[in-house]
């Protein structure tokens, strides 16, 4: 999000609005906080204590600060959002459903849906996986700074061709890559102003995603992703 700046002339509103955006769409622990916004530690955790008393920020069960209910935009209002749009691709497909989000070098699976039988991909919520392979880390990487897209794409599994396609397609899918037998295919998920905010992705089996997945799922999952994005 960018180190804090005094830009209004009032020190403590600025550094409010610096922890607000921090936070966001990415929870954060204190230290995390402190690291992104430049924020002292002590008046950082004043602060985000003092959101949370107002309900712009939601204290997290591991400990981290997120958007609450009473700010636009929480992960809480995205989460709630998609679910029955997870729920009806998970009900069409019988595979596994995840949203994740970028935090860092990493995405973290922020909800999940998951078939109540048979073997699938299982990401708990709360994982963290790395941006360097995966369709889910194709779109993200398609919304970094060029110099961050590089660095990733230095130890990636995939290429900048690739994370051009995925931004031109809608989609993105990755076979075997993650980890051998495991396919899935991947959308953008945008908000009123046209930004990234969560990517959905299907997940399963190599072999059941017979030719591919974007052939079994392409456009089920693009269709999802667009109205959920109608929606936010």
Not at 72 to 84: C, E, I, Y
Not at 110 to 118: K, L, R, W, Y
Not at 163 to 175: D, F, L, M
């Amino acid at each position: 999000m960018g180190r804090y700046s005094e830009i209004s002339g009032i020190k403590v509103l600025d550094r409010a609005v610096a922890i607000m955006k921090a936070t966001a769409n990415t929870p954060m622990n204190l230290s995390e906080l402190c690291t992104d916004t430049g924020i002292p530690r002590a008046t950082a955790h004043r602060l985000a204590s003092a959101l949370e008393m107002h309900q712009i920020l939601a204290r997290r069960a591991d400990g981290r600060w997120g958007a609450g209910p009473e700010l636009p935009g929480s992960q809480d209002k995205l989460v709630a959002t998609a679910t029955p749009f997870m729920e009806n691709l998970m009900d069409a497909t019988g595979e596994s459903v995840q949203l994740y989000q970028r935090r860092g070098d990493e995405r973290i699976c922020i909800a999940a849906c998951e078939p109540t039988s048979g073997l699938h991909n299982v990401v708990p919520v709360g994982s963290t996986l790395t941006l360097n392979s995966g369709s889910a880390a194709r779109v993200l990487l398609a919304d970094v700074t060029p110099d961050e897209r590089d660095r990733i794409l230095a130890t990636a599994s995939y290429s900048l061709a690739d994370v051009t396609e995925a931004a031109e397609r809608g989609w993105s899918e990755s076979i075997g890559e993650r980890e051998p037998g495991l396919a899935s295919i991947s959308a953008p998920v945008f908000d009123a102003t046209d930004s990234l905010v969560a990517v959905l992705s299907v997940s399963g089996s190599t072999e059941r995603m017979q030719p591919s997945p974007a052939a079994c799922y392409a456009e089920i999952v693009q269709q999802a992703a667009h109205d959920l994005s109608a929606q936010l």
